[in-house]
């Protein structure tokens, strides 16, 4: 094993900075047993979903330990509140390489506890290990929705509008900025899309209240327009997006605005943790109110059809001249 | 991210392998939705755990992928079998190196099934990436046990019995073997011991029917002593081992016979992964009919008593002549 050499042992480390997070959660037991226990509330189930993080591949090795924590679990918060679930708890694998400091695991302790206030989460269990590798950290969430009521993503029916939530394209923009490709873009402009490339938002007090008006969903991970892809394979359907009508931040405005050839990294970049979601036209109303009183953007930008016939792509996304937009990559894979 | 050159794409890799492991699980919705359903059965509550295992740090590199696998498995069901939860599924977060080939995540998908056979489990979700560091691999397994009757670390009290499963040892003294440190032990009998070592056997068929039986339990994987010292130390007792009732396999006994100084390793080693729990003496007849109708060893090792005074150690251990065995470490810790 590669010893930590500047850290307290793996137990006095979870005694002092995780088991603090899982106070308030009886079924953690304060992190001094072998498992955990969760119980869905009355008439509910519950929803799993994991996702692992890797310094040098999903974050960067120097980002803030508080921010690269929240990022962590809040990619794993968003496919929750996308199924229409409500958070409730979360197990923690921690893969530390040998330089890790006793501040650095402070810090990203920080940040769980930030989230855990802001999303009403708990930490209930999880692992810690010295890795000789990059840090790696593993993130299992566990949520409920009512049973049967799940929000897929193979619900969608020809004529569907296509809604989403939010605006689409801060987070490959700040990656854009960070790797120093928006030359032109001043540093209060780009400090915006930073963050939310850094710091997604999960949208969980929108997920649930889609039940009952979603007809498939889907959050916003490996880019807009290969995440529609993959509502309409199992959809068995053919998507129209029209590419004016996609709701950009006032900064991704700006850089789409210097440099046209950006809306594609835009429409196919991944990391935005929006929700995608398709919905009958009739229930467009219920919609703009849900927005209405959560106070975020959802916005539509087209609609579900027929298809595909062969040759022709799922997912057609429009200029606003009402051409094709072809971009080169689809959207994030993982090799 | 790092590229893993030789294998199919993230997608047709988790359809091609990784999707059959769904099939029979309806909540796992083949693989194909971003998180999975997951509903105890009546009058029952889910039960969690997650270890992840990495290469070079639990199990060497070159150890046969199916085993990797089934390791990563099979630490995590054994601490749903020591709280007394039936298995029901598990997710996967894959972290692969790029020298990684589509044989190896092959073999590794046929452990899984063997496994997913004997234990009655199945995947219903995880996440694959590139990894530049070593393979690394969390397991989260879920299960389900009647509601509020899962086997605590804190229920032991004075005078209970402690019981263990199986033999104490062989993965350690398998280990040491693989390492060329017992080189006047031959193959075939050292074959056993490494075989303990790279593939666990969780005692998924003992751990539920100790409900009722057990008043506190917990999986050795941190060493006989330091696992029972977790018991103490929530259970606010002490604990004495009669070193000579430690049930070692003939392997074992020919390794500890050369050398008395690896009975020490025996006591502290880890990776057992049997049962380790107390009962009250009155239970000891139905804990000798479950040995006898599970065919699994059920050893009776020594008790819990009151204590620890200041300065007198929380596990005691004896040898043959009732003299305390004081081992230079504890047990397994990660840093």
Redesign the interface.
């Known amino acids: 094993?590669?010893?930590?050499g500047t850290?307290?042992?793996?137990?006095e480390?979870i005694a002092r900075y995780f088991a603090p997070l899982s106070k308030g959660f009886e079924?953690a037991?304060g992190l001094?047993?072998?498992?955990?226990?969760?119980?869905?509330g009355a008439g509910c189930?519950?929803?799993?979903?994991?996702?692992?993080v890797?310094a040098?591949?999903?974050f960067l090795p120097d980002d803030p330990a508080g921010q690269v924590a929240q990022k962590a679990l809040r990619v794993n918060l968003s496919?929750?509140a996308?199924?229409g679930?409500v958070p409730l708890c979360y197990?923690?694998?921690l893969?530390l390489p040998p330089a890790t400091t006793e501040d650095w695991v402070a810090a990203f302790a920080q940040g769980l506890a930030r989230d855990q206030r802001t999303f009403g989460v708990h930490l209930?269990?999880?692992?810690?290990?010295?890795?000789?590798?990059?840090l790696?950290i593993?993130v299992?969430a566990?949520g409920q929705?009512e049973?049967g009521r799940?929000l897929?993503?193979?619900g969608a029916r020809a004529g569907d509008v296509i809604f989403v939530t939010g605006t689409v394209g801060d987070a490959v923009l700040g990656l854009a900025a960070l790797d120093g490709a928006l030359p032109e873009i001043d540093g209060a402009t780009a400090a915006p899309l930073i963050e939310r490339y850094r710091l997604p938002l999960p949208r969980v007090s929108i997920g649930p209240r889609l039940i009952g008006l979603a007809t498939a969903s889907?959050?916003i991970s490996d880019g807009l327009a290969a995440d529609l892809g993959h509502i309409c394979e199992?959809s068995k359907l053919a998507a129209v997006v029209e590419g004016p009508r996609v709701p950009l931040s006032s900064p991704a405005r700006r850089a789409v605005g210097t440099d046209r050839s950006r809306l594609e990294a835009v429409l196919t970049g991944g990391d935005d943790y929006e929700i995608l979601f398709t919905a009958q036209a009739e229930a467009s109303g219920s919609v703009e109110a849900l927005a209405r009183e959560t106070g975020i953007a959802i916005t539509p930008i087209g609609h579900m059809r027929a298809g595909p016939a062969d040759g022709v792509d799922r997912v057609v996304m429009l200029d606003a001249a009402g051409e094709p937009i072809r971009p080169a990559r689809r959207g994030w894979?993982?090799?």
Chains 1, 2 share one sequence.
């Open positions: 094993v590669t010893p930590c850290l307290p042992g793996e137990f480390l079924g037991y001094l047993d072998d498992a955990a226990v969760v119980a869905p189930e519950i929803v799993v979903k994991t996702d692992a890797i040098g591949v999903h496919d929750l996308a199924k679930a197990m923690l694998d893969m209930i269990g999880g692992d810690t290990n010295a890795t000789p590798g990059p790696t593993a299992m566990l929705v049973r799940i897929r993503r193979d889907i959050d199992v894979t993982h090799f």
